[in-house]
């Protein structure tokens, strides 16, 4: 069943050959170098498999040249486009998990010498998948993670265009929804279920719309089962009542020491997500439809030590591995785009893409928006650098990501912003430091001069706000759908672009160390932001020596260049790290205080802004700290900021 066949793909590294062809024409001669072996792409059990089996595909590659062999799995049904599920990395295996569609697959990996850059591969054709659907019925099958299931349906009745699922828990009248899904004839319909109790009954049913009206299938019985970890334990310190915004009854929660995870108003957990390599995962956002995005340690392209923050993943609710990459394989792209040179060890000058950090985010073309760190080092008087004083900064790197998750854009912070403005706390990170990425250039102190914490893009003008929390300032800049000059449009925050309007007489007006602003409502003139207030809490000069952090929310005019705070909400204590903000469909606001201490907790807080300072609403709260929180109508539903 298996086809062997080596080439090379382009993108994926050097092509092979005896000759190299240069400028004017000319031949330069080259000796040939072998091309890696694939002796064998192995699944870890035979065709044909139902839906829902979990298939690990282990591959084995030699070569005869020195050098790291990386593996790139690529999967696809046959006779349609393959699908990178996990660019090159020195894990060979990957687990690969089919929920939606049945079909014939097939299987590719290529090996390539990270030394030589020559590829080898193997493709395993074909796989067959085969329904859950019996004798036309509909069907709902258990999945690993007892909190989900998987409702499998026949094929939409003639005429029908869309389908989904109603989510109905006993003793219940509201039922929640999966999304869509487009009919397509004579193909099932699957969806994974998920935002369910542990140990409860839930009726599904299947509804199905024909361009005019709604008609519903069968419903089926569903038992969840319970967790197989323990999970964070939740309390509601002010339970919802019908002030609250009860259409975002769900709260997916990306906890920095445990397992993500949804609760709904009841405090009770819904879904959970346990990392197959061991690690805690960080959720950065939810995609539409049921996708969630974050960042892990694992293994990268190079095999090296650093295994921190390597990981950008998508999976979907049921737990699966959608697609992954990794820090050193995206650097790898970026030197080459950008023509600077990467070398992330002692010794080296310029670390491109070190590790991923605290943001990707889905825009509406399908691609995906990522930052990463760059680390670099100044002898030429930057922040006091001399040839035998060198300093080692931390800047960032915004990375677009096409569909097939390739460099189809960066931004580099170096280009563009002066580093001699430090960090305004004098904030610091040696290798090891929790909130840092690795330092990998120095054995000493790094300077974490921008610590950029989140990215919104602009629909109406394709531009992007980098959130900078070591600078309180948040930028814009002209990414223009990858076709803007790049430039800085405009700087918010103290000492930046904008005046500050006052009216209220705040001690300290402007935000500080803040966390994931964006606009909301019309998209160009309400941003809110979770405001930390580091800066505003630190002694005189700089700040007023005490405070709470707040929901800060701000009316901005970009033609008149000035701010109007419309909600300063004390949320209660000071939370020196993390943080949300959400506009709720009711016009509350929700926010995130991710990281108290003494003792360490966090809390979502629903804001009323019934005034400048507002009210506090429905409040869940956690004995761990919490990056970020999103209020959905369901986990199918991702919060968007305007």
């Known amino acids: 069943m298996n086809s062997f066949r080596r080439f090379f793909i382009a993108g994926h590294g050097i092509a092979t050959g005896t000759a190299l062809s240069i400028a004017l024409g000319a031949v330069l001669s080259m000796p040939a170098m072998a091309v890696p072996t694939v002796s064998s792409l192995q699944p870890s059990v035979p065709p044909p498999q139902p839906l ?10 030699t070569d005869t040249d020195p050098g790291t062999i990386s593996y790139r799995f690529e999967i696809g049904a046959l006779r349609t486009p393959m699908s990178m599920i ?71 009745a003639a005429g029908g265009e869309y389908m989904r699922v109603s989510i109905l828990q006993s003793g219940r009248t509201a039922p929640f929804f999966t999304s869509w899904r487009t009919c397509v004839a004579g193909e099932t319909v699957n969806f994974i ?92 956002r939810p995609v539409l439809g049921g996708d969630i995005l974050m960042l892990a340690n694992g293994a990268n392209s190079a095999g090296t030590s650093v295994t921190e923050s390597q990981i950008l993943r998508e999976i979907d609710l049921a737990g699966n591995t959608v697609r992954e990459t990794n820090a050193t394989r995206v650097s790898e792209q970026v030197a080459a785009l950008s023509g600077v040179p990467s070398n992330c060890s002692i010794g080296g000058t310029d670390c491109l893409v ?17 930052l990463s760190d760059e680390e670099k080092i100044f002898t030429d008087g930057t922040q006091g650098s001399s040839a035998m004083n060198p300093v080692d900064i931390i800047g960032d790197i915004i990375i677009d990501l ?21 960090a305004i706390l004098g904030e610091t990170c040696t290798a090891g430091q929790g909130g840092c990425p690795p330092v990998l250039l120095t054995t000493g102190i790094a300077q974490d001069w921008l610590h950029a914490n989140a990215l919104y893009y602009t629909p109406s003008d394709g531009s992007i706000l980098m959130s ?22 405009w ?49 005189p000069p700089l700040g007023l020596g005490s405070g709470d952090s707040r929901g800060y929310v701000l009316s901005v005019d970009q033609v008149g260049m000035t701010v109007t705070p419309t909600l300063l909400a004390d949320l209660g204590y000071f939370s020196m790290a993390l943080g949300t903000a959400e506009l709720l469909s009711n016009g509350d606001y929700h926010f995130e205080a991710g990281f108290a201490f003494m003792p360490t907790y966090s809390e979502a807080i629903e804001v009323f802004p019934t005034s400048l300072t507002g009210t506090l609403g429905f409040t869940a709260k956690a004995t761990v700290p919490c990056y970020r929180s999103f209020r959905m109508t369901s986990l ?7």
């Open 491 to 539: 700087t918010l925050g103290f000492g930046g672009d904008f005046t500050m309007n006052n009216t209220s007489n705040d001690p300290y007006p402007w935000f500080s160390h803040q966390h994931d602003p964006g606009f909301v409502q019309d998209g160009t003139t309400t941003l809110a932001m979770f405001d930390n207030g580091n800066t505003r809490v630190s002694a």
């Open 402 to 422: 096409d569909t097939n998750w390739q460099v189809a854009w960066y931004w580099r912070a170096f280009d563009h912003l002066d580093p001699n403005r430090a």
């Open 52 to 61: 829902g089996t979990s298939i690990t595909l282990t591959a084995s590659a």
């Open 636 to 642: 199918y539903s991702p919060p968007e900021k305007d």
């Open 193 to 284: 279920i998920a935002g369910m109790h542990a140990s409860t009954l839930y009726s599904l049913t299947s509804q199905t719309w024909n361009g005019s009206m709604i008609s519903s299938g069968p419903t089926l019985p569903f038992t969840t089962g319970n967790p197989t970890v323990t999970l964070a334990t939740i309390t509601l310190p002010v339970p919802a009542t019908t002030s609250d915004s009860t259409l975002e009854r769900f709260l997916l929660m990306s906890f920095t020491a445990t397992y993500p995870m949804a609760i709904d108003f009841t405090g009770k957990p819904v879904w959970y997500y346990v990392d197959p390599s061991g690690g805690m995962p960080l959720v950065t």
């Open 468 to 489: 900078m929390r070591h600078q309180d300032w948040i930028i814009k800049i002209d990414y223009g759908n990858e076709m803007g000059t790049d430039s800085i449009l």
């Open 354 to 370: 070190g590790a991923f950090h605290h943001e990707a985010v889905r825009l509406s073309n399908g691609h995906t928006l990522v």
């Open 86 to 156: 996990r660019d090159y990395s020195v894990s060979n295996t990957y687990v690969f998990t089919p929920l939606i569609h049945e079909a014939m697959y097939q299987f590719t990996v290529y090996a390539r010498n990270n030394s030589t850059g020559n590829i080898g591969s193997l493709t395993y054709t074909p796989y067959q998948i085969t329904t859950l659907v019996v004798n036309g019925q509909a069907v709902v099958t258990a999945l690993s993670n007892p909190l989900t299931a998987l409702y499998s349906s026949p094929p939409c």
